[in-house]
């Protein structure tokens, strides 16, 4: 999924802010508790101010998380 991931913060650079979190780290068990965590990756799309838009489970496409993305940025 990294060569993945990569590519799209590369397009989508100035446009998305991209945040990768350990999940298995204890400072970031809140972040597990607020998105509902339930499977590596887990992939989450949240609006500038905060609002759950999406969220995708397990291995994802380019074409997927890219059109996820569009969406978000379309509002």
Do not use: C, H, W
Request: net charge positive; aromatic share 10%.
């Amino acid at each position: 999924m990294k060569p993945t991931v990569r590519r799209l913060e590369q397009e989508f650079a100035g446009k998305i802010e991209f945040k990768s979190l350990d999940i298995d780290s204890a400072a970031n068990a809140e972040a597990k508790q607020k998105y509902g965590f339930r499977a590596q990756p887990q992939f989450v799309f949240v609006t500038g101010d905060g609002k759950v838009v999406s969220t995708r489970n397990g291995m994802q496409s380019y074409e997927t998380l890219k059109k996820d993305i569009e969406s978000l940025l379309k509002g």
